[in-house]
């Protein structure tokens, strides 16, 4: 089992920044490939991005190409999502996830185990 605590979500203006972090337990992260994805209200839990294993494979979703960063640092067992320009519309729960696979995957039918998920409003 693996047990994930995002942090790090909020309150910003528009153009602000966020780091999240996702810290897990229970097992090391560097046999799993992590994803981020997030759920507005009345929407359905969408994909943002997602690295491999090893980090050195990261994909995303186009809206956040070039705003958003996924990292992974397998010794603290803990990926992070740098939001940079955010925007109103980034509003929304963001949720990190663990698939026990080398490779990524946009799909949430992709992934093992998920955490409870972390805030992040922004404002105009």
């Known amino acids: 089992q693996v047990q994930l605590v995002e942090s790090g979500g909020g309150l910003v203006q528009a153009g602000a920044s966020l780091r999240l972090s996702c810290a897990a337990s229970g097992r090391a992260l560097s046999t799993y490939a992590m994803g981020w994805f997030r759920q507005a209200p009345g929407k359905e839990r969408e994909f943002v991005a997602t690295?491999?294993?090893?980090?050195?494979?990261?994909y995303y979703e186009d809206s956040v190409k070039g705003r958003l960063t996924i990292s992974r640092d397998n010794a603290k067992n803990t990926v992070y999502l740098q939001m940079n320009s955010l925007k109103p519309e980034d509003t929304a729960v963001y949720y990190c996830?663990?698939?026990?696979?080398?490779?990524?995957?946009?799909?949430?039918?992709?992934?093992?185990?998920w955490g409870q998920g972390t805030q992040v409003t922004v404002s105009s």
């Open positions: 996830a663990a698939r026990h696979h080398s490779s990524t995957s946009s799909s949430i039918y992709g992934y093992d185990y």
């Open positions: 690295i491999s294993w090893s980090g050195g494979s990261t």
